[in-house]
């Protein structure tokens, strides 16, 4: 049950895109649709971004966008703002026996 | 508006055990859809999923902290609970209860700092 593997830190000026990765394993994010993406800003909760993949909840600009490829899941922001600056989470659902989540360890997103 | 809310003590001593409820307003914790989850965030760390149940009482744990924390729901007063016992330094977090589905946390409460300290 070890941690899903997303990179410490990625950056962009404002208008360019980035892609984040999340790692996991076929017993994760390679078995199942459920992966899902959240925005931190500093002393606050987190936010839901995408879930099962692809899906925005309501209320989520569409410059966000989600996918997954194996056992690594994506998360791109396109048309960067300072607004979106803040540290970012992937999670998954894991163990077909001893159904559980699995969280990634963070990446800090720098708006240049 | 869904809205969440955790409560407990902040500063717990080691080996004690920490308890916290979350109270929802603004929707049926019986929802036929969705679990009810909570969530820890050690300071200046990442988050840790520890567990989640269903109104009729299933429950998902995360392994490693399976023999350590109880999850209960008192549906009559829209509440959920978590009990983590023997507790060390490492369990100070900022605890959040959020409601699930699919695995996905689209509800969060602010958040509670739990303090494990002499």
């Known amino acids: 049950q070890s941690a899903l593997t997303q990179p410490p830190s990625a950056s962009g000026s404002p208008g360019q895109s980035v892609t984040i990765s999340c790692t996991g394993t076929?017993?994760?994010?390679?078995?199942?649709?459920?992966v899902s993406w959240y925005q931190q800003r500093p002393g606050k909760a987190p936010k839901l971004m995408i879930y099962?993949?692809?899906k925005r909840p309501s209320g989520v600009p569409d410059r966000f966008s989600g996918s997954k490829s194996g056992i690594t899941a994506s998360l791109t922001v396109s048309g960067l703002q300072a607004e979106d600056e803040a540290d970012y989470y992937c999670?998954?659902?894991?163990?077909?026996?001893?159904?559980?989540?699995?969280f990634g360890g963070g990446t800090k997103l720098t708006v240049l | 508006q869904l809205q969440l809310q955790e409560s407990g003590p902040g500063l717990v001593k080691p080996s004690e055990t920490l308890s916290l409820t979350c109270t929802v307003s603004?929707?049926?914790?019986?929802?036929?859809?969705?679990?009810w989850g909570w969530i820890r965030q050690p300071p200046g760390k990442g988050l840790e999923w520890i567990g989640s149940?269903?109104?009729?009482?299933?429950?998902y744990n995360k392994p490693s902290l399976k023999s350590r924390v109880t999850i209960s729901v008192d549906t009559s007063n829209n509440q959920f609970s978590l009990t983590l016992n023997s507790v060390t330094a490492a369990d100070t977090a900022v605890y959040y209860c959020?409601?699930?589905?699919?695995?996905?946390?689209?509800?969060w409460g602010p958040g509670t700092l739990v303090t494990v300290s002499s």
């Open positions: 959020a409601r699930e589905f699919n695995s996905s946390a689209d509800y």
């Open positions: 603004g929707g049926s914790i019986s929802s036929s859809s969705h679990y």
């Open positions: 149940i269903y109104y009729t009482g299933d429950i």
């Open positions: 076929s017993s994760d994010v390679g078995g199942y649709k459920f």
């Open positions: 099962e993949v692809t």
């Open positions: 999670s998954s659902h894991a163990g077909s026996n001893n159904p559980h989540v699995l």
